[in-house]
């Protein structure tokens, strides 16, 4: 795998409407990859295996940390980065890149890491847009 670009998942707790139409759980995780379960939740499959896998207790703030902070980091410094979420509809894309006043999301964190920086930076001069 490329060391300049990462892949990491997120998973998501099931949803109100998941849990009331009774869907389970149709993935495992063993480290960083996912297996698919059949439906007597046996390992259907290959497993995917990713850069990093988060479980459903994960905060956006870890993930945070983990992946987005070192890019935003380096961008400072000169390095050109990008940050972006994929995934189908319902995945959780909004509430991980926007998040909540409860758990902001990457987008929010991003930025006031950005301006903390460069408050701490009085010496130097930065274009933000
Ligand atoms: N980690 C999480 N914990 C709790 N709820 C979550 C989590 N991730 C997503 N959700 C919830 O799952 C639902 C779908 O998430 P979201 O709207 O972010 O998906 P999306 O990928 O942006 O969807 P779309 O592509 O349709 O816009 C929302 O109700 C959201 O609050």
Do not use: H
């Amino acid at each position: 795998m490329s060391d300049n670009i990462k892949v990491v998942v997120k998973v998501r707790p099931l949803i109100a409407r998941e849990i009331e139409e009774k869907q389970k759980y149709q993935w495992r995780i063993t480290n960083n990859t996912l297996y698919q379960l059949d439906s007597n939740g046996r390992d259907y499959g290959q497993g995917f295996t990713f850069d990093k896998v988060y479980c459903q207790n994960t905060k956006t703030a870890d993930v945070y940390n983990d992946v987005a902070r070192p890019i935003v980091e380096a961008a400072v410094a000169g390095f050109n980065g990008t940050i972006f979420a994929y995934g189908q509809t319902s995945s959780g894309k909004t509430y991980t890149m926007t998040g909540t006043d409860e758990a902001p999301g990457i987008i929010p964190l991003a930025v006031l890491n950005l301006f903390e920086i460069i408050k701490n930076e009085p010496g130097r001069d930065f274009v933000v847009r």
